[in-house]
Protein backbone atom coordinates (compact mmCIF):
# COMPACT_ATOMS: atom_id res chain seq x y z
CA UNK A 1 0.00 0.00 0.00
CA UNK A 2 3.17 2.53 0.78
CA UNK A 3 4.09 1.68 -2.23
CA UNK A 4 0.94 2.39 -4.04
CA UNK A 5 0.79 5.48 -2.54
CA UNK A 6 4.02 6.79 -3.33
CA UNK A 7 3.19 6.33 -7.17
CA UNK A 8 -0.28 7.93 -6.61
CA UNK A 9 1.80 11.16 -5.16
CA UNK A 10 3.86 10.96 -8.56
CA UNK A 11 1.39 9.71 -11.02
CA UNK A 12 -0.48 13.33 -9.78
CA UNK A 13 2.44 15.46 -10.46
CA UNK A 14 3.19 13.79 -13.61
CA UNK A 15 -0.68 14.14 -14.59
CA UNK A 16 -0.85 17.73 -13.84
CA UNK A 17 1.97 18.30 -16.03
CA UNK A 18 0.87 16.52 -18.64
CA UNK A 19 -2.25 18.21 -18.55
CA UNK A 20 -0.22 22.02 -19.32
CA UNK A 21 1.51 20.29 -22.35
CA UNK A 22 4.71 18.81 -20.58
CA UNK A 23 5.71 16.60 -23.18
CA UNK A 24 8.37 15.06 -21.05
CA UNK A 25 5.90 14.41 -17.96
CA UNK A 26 3.74 12.98 -21.35
CA UNK A 27 6.32 10.17 -21.85
CA UNK A 28 7.59 9.93 -18.36
CA UNK A 29 3.88 8.37 -17.62
CA UNK A 30 4.10 6.15 -21.08
CA UNK A 31 7.71 4.78 -19.63
CA UNK A 32 6.04 4.44 -16.25
CA UNK A 33 3.54 2.08 -17.17
CA UNK A 34 4.24 0.88 -20.90
CA UNK A 35 5.80 -2.71 -19.65
CA UNK A 36 3.00 -3.24 -17.13
CA UNK A 37 0.15 -2.59 -19.38
CA UNK A 38 1.49 -4.65 -22.35
CA UNK A 39 2.05 -6.84 -19.75
CA UNK A 40 -1.65 -7.26 -18.84
CA UNK A 41 -3.13 -6.64 -22.07
CA UNK A 42 -0.89 -9.73 -23.86
CA UNK A 43 -1.90 -12.03 -20.73
CA UNK A 44 -5.52 -11.49 -21.34
CA UNK A 45 -5.44 -11.52 -25.09
CA UNK A 46 -2.26 -13.69 -25.78
CA UNK A 47 -1.51 -12.12 -29.47
CA UNK A 48 1.65 -9.95 -29.10
CA UNK A 49 0.95 -7.53 -32.07
CA UNK A 50 -2.64 -7.18 -30.75
CA UNK A 51 -1.50 -6.42 -27.19
CA UNK A 52 1.19 -3.73 -28.49
CA UNK A 53 -1.92 -2.07 -30.29
CA UNK A 54 -4.06 -2.03 -27.60
CA UNK A 55 -1.45 -0.51 -25.30
CA UNK A 56 -0.32 2.38 -27.75
CA UNK A 57 -4.77 2.57 -28.18
CA UNK A 58 -4.57 3.10 -24.38
CA UNK A 59 -2.03 5.21 -23.84
CA UNK A 60 -3.24 7.63 -26.78
CA UNK A 61 -6.64 7.73 -25.20
CA UNK A 62 -5.50 8.32 -21.35
CA UNK A 63 -3.19 11.23 -23.30
CA UNK A 64 -5.67 12.71 -25.37
CA UNK A 65 -8.67 12.51 -22.53
CA UNK A 66 -6.45 13.81 -19.54
CA UNK A 67 -8.26 16.59 -18.90
CA UNK A 68 -11.23 14.52 -18.37
CA UNK A 69 -9.67 12.69 -15.55
CA UNK A 70 -11.44 14.09 -12.10
CA UNK A 71 -9.02 12.48 -9.84
CA UNK A 72 -11.85 10.81 -8.10
CA UNK A 73 -9.59 7.43 -8.25
CA UNK A 74 -6.15 6.96 -8.91
CA UNK A 75 -4.57 7.33 -12.08
CA UNK A 76 -3.42 3.77 -12.20
CA UNK A 77 -6.84 2.31 -11.73
CA UNK A 78 -8.25 4.85 -14.78
CA UNK A 79 -5.53 3.63 -16.71
CA UNK A 80 -5.99 -0.33 -16.07
CA UNK A 81 -9.84 0.57 -16.56
CA UNK A 82 -9.35 1.47 -19.90
CA UNK A 83 -6.68 -0.83 -20.77
CA UNK A 84 -8.86 -3.48 -19.91
CA UNK A 85 -11.79 -2.37 -21.22
CA UNK A 86 -10.17 -2.15 -24.75
CA UNK A 87 -9.04 -5.42 -24.18
CA UNK A 88 -12.05 -6.87 -23.04
CA UNK A 89 -13.96 -4.95 -25.89
CA UNK A 90 -11.32 -6.42 -28.75
CA UNK A 91 -11.72 -10.41 -26.75
CA UNK A 92 -15.39 -10.22 -27.50
CA UNK A 93 -14.76 -9.35 -31.13
CA UNK A 94 -11.74 -11.81 -31.85
CA UNK A 95 -12.20 -14.48 -29.18
CA UNK A 96 -12.17 -17.32 -32.27
CA UNK A 97 -9.47 -15.79 -33.44
CA UNK A 98 -6.94 -15.93 -30.10
CA UNK A 99 -8.40 -19.67 -29.55
CA UNK A 100 -7.20 -20.52 -33.12
CA UNK A 101 -3.57 -20.06 -32.60
CA UNK A 102 -3.11 -21.50 -29.49
CA UNK A 103 -4.70 -25.03 -31.11
CA UNK A 104 -2.40 -24.20 -34.27
CA UNK A 105 0.43 -24.35 -31.27
CA UNK A 106 -0.89 -27.24 -29.82
CA UNK A 107 1.36 -29.66 -30.42
CA UNK A 108 4.51 -28.10 -30.34
CA UNK A 109 4.21 -27.54 -26.50
CA UNK A 110 2.32 -30.96 -26.46
CA UNK A 111 4.77 -33.84 -24.87
CA UNK A 112 7.45 -31.79 -22.68
CA UNK A 113 5.10 -29.23 -21.12
CA UNK A 114 2.39 -31.59 -20.49
CA UNK A 115 4.60 -33.76 -18.09
CA UNK A 116 5.75 -30.41 -16.37
CA UNK A 117 2.48 -30.09 -15.74
CA UNK A 118 1.34 -32.81 -14.54
CA UNK A 119 4.27 -33.10 -12.39
CA UNK A 120 4.22 -29.77 -11.14
CA UNK A 121 0.46 -30.75 -10.02
CA UNK A 122 0.55 -33.83 -8.51
CA UNK A 123 3.88 -32.44 -6.24
CA UNK A 124 2.56 -31.74 -2.61
CA UNK A 125 5.64 -29.45 -2.27
CA UNK A 126 5.45 -25.84 -3.57
CA UNK A 127 7.22 -25.32 -6.67
CA UNK A 128 9.91 -22.65 -7.49
CA UNK A 129 7.94 -20.14 -9.66
CA UNK A 130 11.81 -18.97 -11.16
CA UNK A 131 11.64 -22.72 -12.62
CA UNK A 132 8.48 -22.38 -13.66
CA UNK A 133 9.20 -19.07 -15.73
CA UNK A 134 12.27 -20.97 -17.30
CA UNK A 135 10.00 -23.70 -18.45
CA UNK A 136 8.56 -22.37 -21.77
CA UNK A 137 6.30 -25.19 -23.05
CA UNK A 138 4.92 -25.04 -19.53
CA UNK A 139 4.30 -21.82 -19.90
CA UNK A 140 2.97 -21.95 -22.94
CA UNK A 141 0.28 -24.64 -21.33
CA UNK A 142 -0.25 -22.27 -18.91
CA UNK A 143 -1.09 -19.31 -21.06
CA UNK A 144 -3.28 -21.88 -23.01
CA UNK A 145 -5.30 -22.68 -19.67
CA UNK A 146 -5.88 -19.05 -19.17
CA UNK A 147 -7.07 -18.63 -22.51
CA UNK A 148 -9.75 -21.70 -22.16
CA UNK A 149 -11.34 -19.25 -19.34
CA UNK A 150 -13.68 -16.47 -20.14
CA UNK A 151 -12.87 -13.35 -20.65
CA UNK A 152 -14.26 -11.83 -17.05
CA UNK A 153 -12.60 -14.95 -15.01
CA UNK A 154 -9.33 -14.34 -16.98
CA UNK A 155 -9.64 -10.94 -16.83
CA UNK A 156 -9.07 -10.87 -12.91
CA UNK A 157 -7.16 -13.59 -12.17
CA UNK A 158 -4.56 -11.79 -14.23
CA UNK A 159 -5.48 -8.54 -12.50
CA UNK A 160 -4.97 -10.63 -9.08
CA UNK A 161 -2.05 -12.70 -10.00
CA UNK A 162 0.05 -11.13 -12.35
CA UNK A 163 -0.35 -7.45 -11.89
CA UNK A 164 -1.02 -7.81 -8.26
CA UNK A 165 -3.87 -5.88 -7.90
CA UNK A 166 -6.23 -6.26 -4.61
CA UNK A 167 -9.75 -7.27 -4.96
CA UNK A 168 -11.06 -3.66 -4.17
CA UNK A 169 -8.52 -2.43 -7.15
CA UNK A 170 -9.99 -5.28 -9.38
CA UNK A 171 -13.19 -4.08 -8.43
CA UNK A 172 -12.98 -0.41 -9.51
CA UNK A 173 -11.05 -1.21 -12.72
CA UNK A 174 -13.78 -3.72 -13.78
CA UNK A 175 -16.53 -1.38 -12.77
CA UNK A 176 -17.97 -4.25 -10.49
CA UNK A 177 -19.01 -5.62 -7.13
CA UNK A 178 -16.67 -6.81 -4.52
CA UNK A 179 -18.54 -9.93 -3.96
CA UNK A 180 -18.37 -10.38 -8.27
CA UNK A 181 -15.00 -9.97 -8.48
CA UNK A 182 -14.34 -12.85 -5.47
CA UNK A 183 -16.79 -15.23 -7.36
CA UNK A 184 -15.28 -14.06 -10.70
CA UNK A 185 -11.54 -15.60 -9.16
CA UNK A 186 -13.27 -18.39 -7.46
CA UNK A 187 -14.79 -19.65 -10.19
CA UNK A 188 -11.91 -18.80 -12.46
CA UNK A 189 -9.24 -20.48 -10.38
CA UNK A 190 -11.11 -23.59 -9.93
CA UNK A 191 -12.01 -23.59 -13.83
CA UNK A 192 -8.01 -23.56 -14.36
CA UNK A 193 -7.30 -26.03 -12.08
CA UNK A 194 -9.67 -28.50 -13.92
CA UNK A 195 -8.70 -27.36 -17.46
CA UNK A 196 -5.00 -27.58 -16.35
CA UNK A 197 -5.28 -31.16 -14.75
CA UNK A 198 -6.86 -31.72 -18.41
CA UNK A 199 -4.26 -30.62 -20.74
CA UNK A 200 -1.36 -32.51 -18.58
CA UNK A 201 -2.82 -36.05 -18.94
CA UNK B 1 -10.85 -31.99 -4.05
CA UNK B 2 -13.58 -29.62 -2.22
CA UNK B 3 -16.95 -28.75 -4.17
CA UNK B 4 -18.01 -26.15 -1.49
CA UNK B 5 -17.97 -22.88 -3.23
CA UNK B 6 -17.86 -20.82 -0.21
CA UNK B 7 -15.01 -22.64 1.66
CA UNK B 8 -12.93 -22.16 -1.85
CA UNK B 9 -14.02 -18.29 -2.00
CA UNK B 10 -12.99 -18.08 1.71
CA UNK B 11 -9.69 -20.28 0.44
CA UNK B 12 -8.94 -18.07 -1.84
CA UNK B 13 -9.45 -14.99 -0.08
CA UNK B 14 -6.91 -16.85 2.74
CA UNK B 15 -4.54 -17.34 0.01
CA UNK B 16 -4.82 -13.73 -1.46
CA UNK B 17 -4.62 -12.23 2.36
CA UNK B 18 -7.84 -10.28 1.88
CA UNK B 19 -9.50 -12.29 5.21
CA UNK B 20 -9.76 -9.86 8.40
CA UNK B 21 -7.49 -11.53 11.23
CA UNK B 22 -10.90 -13.75 12.76
CA UNK B 23 -11.29 -14.86 9.37
CA UNK B 24 -7.85 -16.10 8.71
CA UNK B 25 -7.62 -17.55 11.96
CA UNK B 26 -10.77 -19.60 11.25
CA UNK B 27 -9.47 -20.82 7.90
CA UNK B 28 -6.48 -21.55 9.62
CA UNK B 29 -8.15 -23.55 12.20
CA UNK B 30 -10.34 -25.64 9.42
CA UNK B 31 -6.76 -26.14 7.36
CA UNK B 32 -4.93 -27.26 10.58
CA UNK B 33 -8.10 -29.79 11.30
CA UNK B 34 -9.38 -31.17 7.61
CA UNK B 35 -7.12 -32.66 5.47
CA UNK B 36 -9.59 -32.18 2.31
CA UNK B 37 -9.54 -27.96 2.35
CA UNK B 38 -5.93 -28.75 3.25
CA UNK B 39 -5.41 -30.14 -0.18
CA UNK B 40 -8.05 -27.79 -1.67
CA UNK B 41 -5.82 -24.87 -0.87
CA UNK B 42 -3.08 -26.53 -1.98
CA UNK B 43 -4.65 -27.03 -5.64
CA UNK B 44 -5.94 -23.14 -5.94
CA UNK B 45 -2.40 -21.81 -4.29
CA UNK B 46 -0.48 -24.11 -7.20
CA UNK B 47 -3.12 -22.39 -9.77
CA UNK B 48 -1.99 -18.91 -8.14
CA UNK B 49 1.75 -19.42 -8.26
CA UNK B 50 1.47 -21.21 -11.85
CA UNK B 51 -0.22 -17.70 -12.98
CA UNK B 52 2.15 -16.11 -11.19
CA UNK B 53 4.71 -17.38 -12.68
CA UNK B 54 4.48 -16.42 -16.08
CA UNK B 55 7.34 -14.51 -17.02
CA UNK B 56 6.19 -10.98 -17.59
CA UNK B 57 6.57 -9.50 -21.14
CA UNK B 58 8.38 -5.94 -21.59
CA UNK B 59 6.53 -3.79 -23.81
CA UNK B 60 8.11 -3.49 -27.59
CA UNK B 61 11.06 -0.68 -27.63
CA UNK B 62 8.83 0.97 -30.43
CA UNK B 63 5.60 1.57 -28.03
CA UNK B 64 6.46 4.73 -26.41
CA UNK B 65 7.73 6.51 -29.85
CA UNK B 66 4.47 5.22 -31.56
CA UNK B 67 2.43 6.34 -29.07
CA UNK B 68 4.20 9.85 -29.12
CA UNK B 69 3.87 9.66 -32.96
CA UNK B 70 0.39 9.23 -32.71
CA UNK B 71 -0.24 11.96 -30.51
CA UNK B 72 1.71 14.28 -32.08
CA UNK B 73 -0.12 13.51 -35.65
CA UNK B 74 -3.54 13.62 -33.81
CA UNK B 75 -2.69 17.14 -32.24
CA UNK B 76 -1.73 18.24 -36.05
CA UNK B 77 -4.92 17.23 -37.32
CA UNK B 78 -6.68 18.58 -34.08
CA UNK B 79 -6.99 22.31 -34.57
CA UNK B 80 -9.10 22.34 -38.16
CA UNK B 81 -11.36 19.37 -36.55
CA UNK B 82 -11.81 21.66 -33.53
CA UNK B 83 -12.16 24.93 -35.76
CA UNK B 84 -15.00 22.59 -37.52
CA UNK B 85 -16.76 21.69 -34.61
CA UNK B 86 -16.73 25.35 -33.32
CA UNK B 87 -18.87 26.59 -36.83
CA UNK B 88 -20.76 23.52 -36.32
CA UNK B 89 -21.50 24.06 -32.75
CA UNK B 90 -21.53 27.71 -33.48
CA UNK B 91 -24.23 27.25 -36.34
CA UNK B 92 -25.92 24.56 -34.14
CA UNK B 93 -26.46 27.74 -31.30
CA UNK B 94 -27.80 30.08 -34.23
CA UNK B 95 -29.93 27.79 -35.25
CA UNK B 96 -31.27 27.32 -31.64
CA UNK B 97 -31.39 30.61 -30.46
CA UNK B 98 -33.32 31.68 -34.50
CA UNK B 99 -35.95 28.67 -33.33
CA UNK B 100 -36.89 29.74 -29.83
CA UNK B 101 -37.01 33.18 -30.92
CA UNK B 102 -39.58 32.04 -33.63
CA UNK B 103 -40.94 29.85 -30.67
CA UNK B 104 -41.38 33.82 -28.52
CA UNK B 105 -42.86 35.46 -31.30
CA UNK B 106 -45.49 32.77 -32.07
CA UNK B 107 -46.29 32.07 -28.05
CA UNK B 108 -46.62 36.07 -27.93
CA UNK B 109 -48.88 36.85 -31.04
CA UNK B 110 -50.86 34.08 -29.58
CA UNK B 111 -50.87 35.65 -26.39
CA UNK B 112 -51.90 38.49 -27.88
CA UNK B 113 -54.65 37.43 -29.98
CA UNK B 114 -55.78 35.33 -26.21
CA UNK B 115 -55.52 39.16 -24.15
CA UNK B 116 -57.77 41.00 -27.07
CA UNK B 117 -60.37 38.30 -27.38
CA UNK B 118 -60.57 38.74 -23.25
CA UNK B 119 -60.15 42.56 -23.47
CA UNK B 120 -61.84 43.62 -26.81
CA UNK B 121 -64.93 45.68 -26.05
CA UNK B 122 -68.18 43.62 -27.18
CA UNK B 123 -69.40 44.31 -30.02
CA UNK B 124 -66.73 46.68 -31.56
CA UNK B 125 -67.17 44.87 -34.84
CA UNK B 126 -70.89 45.69 -34.87
CA UNK B 127 -70.87 49.22 -35.29
CA UNK B 128 -73.90 50.39 -37.44
CA UNK B 129 -72.55 52.95 -38.56
CA UNK B 130 -68.63 54.37 -40.05
CA UNK B 131 -67.88 57.43 -38.21
CA UNK B 132 -65.94 59.83 -40.62
CA UNK B 133 -65.66 62.36 -42.81
CA UNK B 134 -68.86 63.13 -44.96
CA UNK B 135 -66.82 64.11 -47.95
CA UNK B 136 -65.37 60.74 -48.21
CA UNK B 137 -67.30 59.20 -51.31
CA UNK B 138 -70.04 57.51 -49.73
CA UNK B 139 -69.55 54.68 -52.36
CA UNK B 140 -66.40 53.60 -50.33
CA UNK B 141 -68.46 53.19 -47.36
CA UNK B 142 -70.96 50.09 -46.01
CA UNK B 143 -73.83 50.37 -43.84
CA UNK B 144 -76.81 48.86 -42.65
CA UNK B 145 -80.23 50.01 -44.82
CA UNK B 146 -82.35 52.24 -43.26
CA UNK B 147 -85.51 50.30 -41.45
CA UNK B 148 -88.75 50.88 -41.43
CA UNK B 149 -90.26 50.98 -37.72
CA UNK B 150 -93.43 51.20 -35.94
CA UNK B 151 -94.69 54.52 -34.65
CA UNK B 152 -96.41 54.52 -31.47
CA UNK B 153 -97.73 51.22 -31.60
CA UNK B 154 -99.26 51.84 -35.46
CA UNK B 155 -97.55 49.25 -37.22
CA UNK B 156 -96.99 51.35 -40.85
CA UNK B 157 -93.81 52.11 -43.30
CA UNK B 158 -92.23 54.58 -40.94
CA UNK B 159 -89.83 57.60 -42.78
CA UNK B 160 -86.51 55.77 -42.90
CA UNK B 161 -84.08 56.65 -39.44
CA UNK B 162 -80.77 56.05 -40.83
CA UNK B 163 -79.13 56.43 -37.32
CA UNK B 164 -78.52 58.22 -33.87
CA UNK B 165 -74.94 59.14 -33.10
CA UNK B 166 -73.92 60.98 -30.06
CA UNK B 167 -71.11 63.52 -30.20
CA UNK B 168 -68.27 64.63 -28.00
CA UNK B 169 -67.76 68.81 -27.76
CA UNK B 170 -66.62 69.91 -31.40
CA UNK B 171 -65.64 66.51 -32.46
CA UNK B 172 -66.56 66.72 -36.06
CA UNK B 173 -68.08 63.26 -35.82
CA UNK B 174 -70.07 62.40 -38.89
CA UNK B 175 -72.34 59.55 -40.00
CA UNK B 176 -72.38 58.01 -43.12
CA UNK B 177 -75.70 56.35 -43.31
CA UNK B 178 -76.71 53.65 -45.63
CA UNK B 179 -77.61 56.26 -48.33
CA UNK B 180 -77.33 55.60 -51.95
CA UNK B 181 -75.98 58.74 -53.40
CA UNK B 182 -77.86 58.23 -56.28
CA UNK B 183 -81.37 58.42 -54.94
CA UNK B 184 -80.74 60.63 -52.18
CA UNK B 185 -79.93 64.33 -51.53
CA UNK B 186 -77.11 64.34 -48.29
CA UNK B 187 -77.31 67.33 -45.75
CA UNK B 188 -75.09 68.05 -42.89
CA UNK B 189 -76.71 70.74 -40.70
CA UNK B 190 -74.20 71.86 -38.18
CA UNK B 191 -75.64 73.94 -35.04
CA UNK B 192 -73.73 76.38 -32.60
CA UNK B 193 -76.43 77.07 -29.73
CA UNK B 194 -75.79 79.07 -26.70
CA UNK B 195 -78.62 76.99 -24.69
CA UNK B 196 -78.07 73.46 -25.91
CA UNK B 197 -80.38 71.87 -23.45
CA UNK B 198 -83.38 73.74 -24.52
CA UNK B 199 -82.20 73.53 -28.65
CA UNK B 200 -81.71 69.53 -28.03
CA UNK B 201 -85.06 69.08 -25.98
CA UNK B 202 -87.10 70.76 -28.69
CA UNK B 203 -85.58 69.53 -31.49
CA UNK B 204 -85.67 65.85 -29.93
CA UNK B 205 -89.24 66.33 -29.51
CA UNK B 206 -90.02 68.12 -32.62
CA UNK B 207 -88.19 64.59 -34.66
CA UNK B 208 -90.33 62.53 -32.51
CA UNK B 209 -93.75 64.62 -33.36
CA UNK B 210 -92.80 63.40 -37.06
CA UNK B 211 -92.19 60.08 -36.02
CA UNK B 212 -88.30 60.19 -37.32
CA UNK B 213 -87.09 59.56 -34.36
CA UNK B 214 -88.58 57.36 -31.44
CA UNK B 215 -85.33 57.22 -29.64
CA UNK B 216 -84.60 60.45 -28.28
CA UNK B 217 -82.56 59.37 -25.01
CA UNK B 218 -79.79 58.07 -27.16
CA UNK B 219 -79.68 61.55 -28.65
CA UNK B 220 -78.81 63.42 -25.31
CA UNK B 221 -75.07 64.55 -24.18
CA UNK B 222 -73.77 66.57 -21.83
CA UNK B 223 -72.24 69.22 -24.55
CA UNK B 224 -74.00 68.05 -28.04
CA UNK B 225 -75.64 66.07 -29.80
CA UNK B 226 -76.05 64.37 -33.18
CA UNK B 227 -79.24 63.28 -35.39
CA UNK B 228 -79.50 61.82 -39.20
CA UNK B 229 -82.46 60.55 -40.91
CA UNK B 230 -83.56 59.64 -44.35
CA UNK B 231 -87.31 60.74 -45.41
CA UNK B 232 -89.60 62.35 -47.60
CA UNK B 233 -89.23 66.44 -48.69
CA UNK B 234 -92.74 66.36 -47.04
CA UNK B 235 -91.53 65.09 -43.59
CA UNK B 236 -88.62 67.16 -43.69
CA UNK B 237 -90.46 70.25 -44.70
CA UNK B 238 -92.73 69.64 -41.70
CA UNK B 239 -90.03 69.30 -39.22
CA UNK B 240 -87.45 72.24 -40.76
CA UNK B 241 -91.45 74.67 -39.92
CA UNK B 242 -91.21 73.36 -36.45
CA UNK B 243 -87.48 73.89 -36.00
CA UNK B 244 -87.86 77.47 -37.31
CA UNK B 245 -89.56 78.32 -34.31
CA UNK B 246 -86.19 77.95 -32.53
CA UNK B 247 -83.89 78.64 -35.19
CA UNK B 248 -83.46 82.12 -33.49
CA UNK B 249 -81.81 80.29 -30.92
CA UNK B 250 -78.50 79.38 -32.92
CA UNK B 251 -75.57 81.24 -32.81
CA UNK B 252 -74.59 79.85 -36.02
CA UNK B 253 -75.78 77.23 -38.34
CA UNK B 254 -73.87 75.75 -41.79
CA UNK B 255 -75.23 73.56 -44.01
CA UNK B 256 -73.31 71.28 -46.42
CA UNK B 257 -74.94 69.41 -49.04
CA UNK B 258 -72.48 66.76 -51.04
CA UNK B 259 -72.34 67.60 -54.61
CA UNK B 260 -71.60 64.08 -55.20
CA UNK B 261 -68.09 64.59 -57.18
CA UNK B 262 -65.44 63.07 -55.48
CA UNK B 263 -66.94 64.16 -51.87
CA UNK B 264 -66.59 67.94 -52.40
CA UNK B 265 -69.18 69.48 -50.47
CA UNK B 266 -71.46 72.77 -50.67
CA UNK B 267 -70.92 75.07 -48.08
CA UNK B 268 -73.50 77.46 -46.75
CA UNK B 269 -72.86 79.62 -44.20
CA UNK B 270 -75.73 81.62 -41.83
CA UNK B 271 -78.65 78.65 -43.54
CA UNK B 272 -81.70 79.33 -42.00
CA UNK B 273 -84.92 76.55 -42.26
CA UNK B 274 -86.54 78.41 -44.98
CA UNK B 275 -83.85 78.27 -46.79
CA UNK B 276 -83.25 74.56 -46.53
CA UNK B 277 -86.80 73.85 -47.16
CA UNK B 278 -86.12 76.11 -50.54
CA UNK B 279 -83.33 74.02 -51.44
CA UNK B 280 -85.24 70.61 -51.17
CA UNK B 281 -88.69 71.64 -52.64
CA UNK B 282 -87.07 71.63 -56.39
CA UNK B 283 -87.05 68.70 -58.16
CA UNK B 284 -84.29 66.73 -59.09
CA UNK B 285 -80.73 66.89 -57.69
CA UNK B 286 -79.40 68.86 -60.02
CA UNK B 287 -82.28 71.84 -59.58
CA UNK B 288 -81.55 71.18 -55.57
CA UNK B 289 -77.85 71.68 -55.78
CA UNK B 290 -77.57 74.74 -57.99
CA UNK B 291 -79.96 76.38 -55.18
CA UNK B 292 -77.81 75.82 -52.60
CA UNK B 293 -74.90 77.35 -54.34
CA UNK B 294 -76.78 80.12 -54.90
CA UNK B 295 -77.73 80.00 -50.91
CA UNK B 296 -74.11 79.62 -50.56
CA UNK B 297 -72.59 82.72 -52.76
CA UNK B 298 -75.04 84.89 -51.50
CA UNK B 299 -75.03 83.70 -47.79
CA UNK B 300 -71.34 84.48 -47.79
CA UNK B 301 -71.52 87.99 -49.62
CA UNK B 302 -74.03 88.85 -46.93
CA UNK B 303 -71.41 87.88 -44.30
CA UNK B 304 -68.75 89.65 -46.30
CA UNK B 305 -70.63 93.43 -46.61
CA UNK B 306 -70.91 95.41 -43.25
CA UNK B 307 -74.43 96.56 -43.73
CA UNK B 308 -76.03 93.44 -45.03
CA UNK B 309 -77.39 94.92 -47.56
CA UNK B 310 -77.77 92.58 -49.98
CA UNK B 311 -79.14 89.72 -47.83
CA UNK B 312 -81.71 92.29 -46.54
CA UNK B 313 -83.07 93.06 -50.24
CA UNK B 314 -82.72 88.93 -50.48
CA UNK B 315 -85.16 88.60 -47.55
CA UNK B 316 -88.02 91.18 -48.50
CA UNK B 317 -87.59 90.40 -52.28
CA UNK B 318 -88.56 86.39 -50.96
CA UNK B 319 -90.30 87.21 -47.81
CA UNK B 320 -92.37 84.00 -49.28
CA UNK B 321 -89.64 81.65 -48.84
CA UNK B 322 -89.80 80.81 -45.43
CA UNK B 323 -93.02 80.29 -45.31
CA UNK B 324 -93.70 76.87 -44.61
CA UNK B 325 -97.32 75.93 -44.19
CA UNK B 326 -96.82 73.45 -41.29
CA UNK B 327 -99.44 70.79 -41.65
CA UNK B 328 -101.87 70.44 -38.40
CA UNK B 329 -102.92 67.59 -37.17
CA UNK B 330 -106.51 66.68 -36.26
CA UNK B 331 -106.30 63.51 -35.94
CA UNK B 332 -103.89 60.15 -35.36
CA UNK B 333 -105.46 58.81 -38.82
CA UNK B 334 -103.85 61.69 -40.52
CA UNK B 335 -100.56 60.90 -39.13
CA UNK B 336 -100.66 57.69 -40.04
CA UNK B 337 -101.91 58.40 -43.08
CA UNK B 338 -98.61 61.04 -43.26
CA UNK B 339 -96.53 57.65 -42.29
CA UNK B 340 -97.98 55.06 -44.79
CA UNK B 341 -97.25 57.13 -47.42
CA UNK B 342 -95.04 55.66 -49.38
CA UNK B 343 -91.64 57.51 -50.36
CA UNK B 344 -90.37 57.73 -53.79
CA UNK B 345 -86.75 56.84 -52.88
CA UNK B 346 -85.84 59.34 -55.35
CA UNK B 347 -87.60 62.04 -53.84
CA UNK B 348 -85.61 61.20 -50.35
CA UNK B 349 -83.49 63.77 -48.80
CA UNK B 350 -80.79 62.94 -46.04
CA UNK B 351 -80.41 65.17 -43.17
CA UNK B 352 -77.45 65.45 -40.33
CA UNK B 353 -77.81 67.36 -37.67
CA UNK B 354 -74.76 68.40 -35.37
CA UNK B 355 -75.50 70.14 -32.30
CA UNK B 356 -72.74 71.71 -30.23
CA UNK B 357 -72.86 74.14 -27.37
CA UNK B 358 -71.53 77.19 -27.05
Known sequence: MTETANINIDDATLVEQCRQGDSEATERLIIKYQNRIYNVILKICVNADDAAELSQETFVKVIENIDKFEGRSSFYTWLFKIAVNLTLSYCKRSAKLGLKSLDSEDDKHGREGRRALKEFLSDDSSSDPAAIASNKELCELIKKALMKLNDNQRAVIVLRDIEGMDYAQIARVLDVELGTVKSRLNRGRSNLREIMEAISQ | ?358
Open chain 2, 1 to 358: MNENPNIDELLNSFIDGELSQRQFTEVQRLITHDEQIAQRLHELQQCKVLVNSLPSTEAPAWLADEIKTTLERRTLLEPPRRYYEEIQGARHLLLRKVLSAAAMIGLLTVLAAVIYTILAPEGAEEKPFVVGDLRRPTSDITAPKPDLGVVKGIESPKPAIASVVETKGSESVAPVAAVEKSIVFIMRLELETGGLLAVRAFISRAIGDNGLFEREAQAYQNDGGMYAFSCSREVMGVLLADLRNVWDKFETAKLYVETGHGGDEVVIEGITAEQIAEIIKEDGFEKRMEVAKDFAVLNNMHNLLPGKEIYASMDSDKSDLGVIPKPVLTSGSEAIKRVREEIDDSQKVHLTILITGR
